[in-house]
C-alpha cells in the first residue's frame, strides 16, 4: 500500500479516550462553527484539539495533494495541445513499469512509522530511512537491467530509456529525510506540503520548457525527475529531530515483519489496479493507450487526492484511536464513512453524466475518445475513494489479509474480464469490465469489518449499497457508448 506523505501544521495533541475526533471536518470547514454544529457529536460551537487537529490536517493534506494534482493535470493538459497521443502513450508504459517494482517490493515504512508505538524514537526512524534507501538503490538497478526486455516485449524501443531516466525519480526519493513519517504521525501537514507543491511547481516548469525546445515525450519524464529532486532535498530540512544513520535491529526486525503484510497487500494492490495498463497496453495501439492514460489520469486525481486524506490524516487518527478505545474508534469511522460515501456519489455522477463534455472542454478532437473512458474509469475511481476508509480501518487494527484477498479477486476478475472482452468484443466492452470488477471483490472486505467494528457493519453495507443504486441511476441519464 502506497502512502504519499506532506505537510506540517504547528500542534500537536495528545489524544484522550473521551475526546471524539471529526477526521471529515475539512468538508464542512467554509461553513464555519454553526455548520460544525450540525455534525453529530459536535453538539458545541468551541472545538476541542483533536477537532481542529483532523480539521487543520485535512485541509492542508487537499490543498497540497489536490494543489499538487492540480498542477500535474494542468501540465498534462497543455501538454496535450502539443504532443501526440502516441507520447502519452510511451511515458505511460515507462511509469506503470517503476510503479509495478514500487509497489511489487513496498514494505509500508511510512505507514509502519505512523503507527507503531516507536515510531517517535530516532533509532527507529533512523532505521527505516536506511532500509528505504537501500530499496530505493536495489529498485533504480532493477528498472535499468528490466527496461530493455519491457520495451522489447510491447514493440516499444522509446520506453527502455524513458524507463531508466524515469527510474531516477525512485533512487531519489528513496532519500528523503525519515521527517516526513514523524510529521504525519502527528497530522503536522503544513510544511510537507508546501515543499510537495514546491517540487510540483519545479517539475512543471521543466516540463514546460523541455517541451518548447523540444516537444518530445522527454518533458514528462524529465519533469517527474526534477520534482523528485526539489522533494527530497527539501525534506531534510523539515521537522524538529535530527535524523541520521542509525541501525536498530529489533527496529530494523519488525519493520521488515510488518512489511511482509504490506507487501502482499501492495502486490496485489498493483495487479489489481496498476497493472491493467500493461495488460491494455498489450492490446490496444499506442495512441488509444495514451488517450487511456489521459482518462487514467483525470479520474484518478480527486480519488487520489482524497486516498491522501485517509492516508495522512484518517488513517493515523483511526489508528491511534484504535489503540486508545475501540468505541471511539466506531464513532469515528461511521462519521468519515458518512462523508466518503457523499464523495464517492459526487463523482460518480459527474463523470458518468459529464465525462465526455469534460474531455471536450480541456482536450482537442484527437483525444475524442477519451471522453466515454473516463465515464468508466471515473466510476472506478469512485469505488475506489469509497473503499478507502475501509482498508485503513483493516490496516489500522494491523490487519493486512482482508485488503489482499480484496486485491487479489479484483485481479482475477479483471484479467478474466479483459481477455474475455478483448478476444471477442473490443476496447469498449474491455473498459466496462475494468470498472466492474471491483464491484464484487468488495463483499471480501466486510468480514473484516465485523471483526473490528461490528456497530459499523450495517452502515458500511447501506453506504455501498446507496453508492451502487445512484450510479446505476446516473448511467441511465448517460450511458457509455458501445
Not at 510503479?99 to 515504512?109: F, V
Not at 487494527?397 to 474475455?420: D, E, Q, S
Not at 452502515?459 to 445512484?470: G, P, R, T, V
Request: hydrophobic share 55%.
Amino acid at each position: 500500500m502506497k502512502v504519499l506523505l506532506s505537510g506540517r501544521s504547528e500542534e500537536t495533541v495528545t489524544l484522550e479516550p473521551d475526546v471524539t475526533l471529526e477526521p471529515e471536518s475539512s468538508w464542512l470547514l467554509r461553513r464555519g462553527v454553526d455548520v460544525l454544529r450540525l455534525v453529530p457529536g459536535m453538539g458545541s460551537t468551541s472545538l476541542s484539539s483533536p477537532v481542529r487537529l483532523a480539521l487543520r490536517g485535512s485541509t492542508w493534506t487537499l490543498v497540497g495533494y489536490g494543489g499538487s494534482q492540480l498542477l500535474r493535470f494542468a501540465a498534462q493538459i497543455a501538454l496535450a495541445h502539443v504532443l501526440a497521443p502516441t507520447a502519452f502513450g510511451a511515458v505511460a508504459l515507462a511509469i506503470v513499469f517503476l510503479s509495478g517494482l514500487e509497489l511489487l517490493s513496498d514494505l509500508g515504512i511510512g505507514m509502519d512509522v505512523i503507527q507503531h508505538p516507536r515510531g517517535d524514537d530516532p533509532a527507529f526512524v533512523n532505521t527505516a530511512f536506511i532500509i528505504q534507501a537501500v530499496r530505493g538503490s536495489i529498485l533504480f538497478v532493477i528498472a535499468a537491467l528490466l527496461a530493455h526486455p519491457f520495451a522489447i516485449f510491447y514493440r516499444m524501443p522509446q520506453v527502455e530509456f524513458l524507463a531508466i531516466v524515469a527510474a531516477l525519480s525512485i533512487l531519489i526519493r528513496g532519500f528523503a529525510s525519515g521527517s516526513i513519517w514523524t510529521l504525519t504521525r502527528h497530522v503536522k501537514i503544513r510544511e510537507l506540503t508546501l515543499l510537495t507543491i514546491t517540487g510540483e511547481v519545479v517539475g512543471l516548469a521543466v516540463s514546460l520548457i523541455w517541451v518548447y525546445v523540444s516537444p518530445t515525450a522527454w518533458a514528462l519524464v524529465i519533469g517527474r525527475v526534477a520534482s523528485s529532486i526539489i522533494y527530497t532535498s527539501g525534506s531534510h530540512f523539515l521537522g524538529e529531530g535530527k535524523f541520521g544513520l542509525q541501525w536498530d535491529r529489533v527496529a530494523a526486525k519488525e519493520i521488515l515483519a510488518f512489511g511482509a503484510g504490506i507487501f502482499l497487500s501492495s502486490a496485489t494492490y498493483f495487479m489489481s489496479g496498476e497493472a491493467e495498463r500493461l495488460i491494455v497496453g498489450k492490446c490496444i495501439t499506442i495512441a488509444e493507450l495514451g488517450c487511456f492514460s489521459l482518462a487514467l489520469t483525470m479520474a484518478s486525481a480527486p480519488a487520489q487526492a482524497l486516498s491522501q486524506v485517509v492516508g495522512q490524516v484518517f488513517y493515523p487518527i483511526i489508528s491511534r484511536s484504535a489503540r486508545e478505545s475501540p468505541e471511539i474508534a466506531t464513532r469515528h469511522f461511521v462519521k468519515a464513512r458518512t462523508v466518503f460515501l457523499l464523495i464517492s456519489i459526487a463523482l460518480t455522477v459527474l463523470f458518468i453524466v459529464g465525462g465526455p463534455m469534460i474531455v471536450s472542454i480541456l482536450l482537442p478532437p484527437k483525444y475524442e475518445m477519451t471522453g466515454w473512458m473516463l465515464q468508466w474509469l471515473g466510476f472506478r475511481a469512485a469505488q475506489q475513494v469509497f473503499v478507502a476508509p475501509t482498508t485503513s480501518l483493516l490496516f489500522a487494527h494491523g490487519n493486512t489479509k482482508y485488503a489482499a484477498t480484496y486485491n487479489i479477486m479484483r485481479f482475477i476478475l479483471m484479467t478474466i474480464g479483459l481477455w474475455v472482452a478483448f478476444s471477442r468484443f473490443g476496447i469498449h466492452l474491455a473498459l466496462a469490465m475494468l470498472a466492474l470488477s471491483s464491484v464484487l471483490p468488495y463483499v471480501f472486505l466486510i468480514p473484516g469489518v465485523l471483526r473490528y467494528q461490528p456497530r459499523a457493519a450495517r452502515a458500511e453495507l447501506l453506504s455501498f449499497a446507496s453508492f451502487l443504486a445512484i450510479s446505476a441511476l446516473a448511467a441511465c441519464v448517460r450511458l457509455p457508448h458501445f
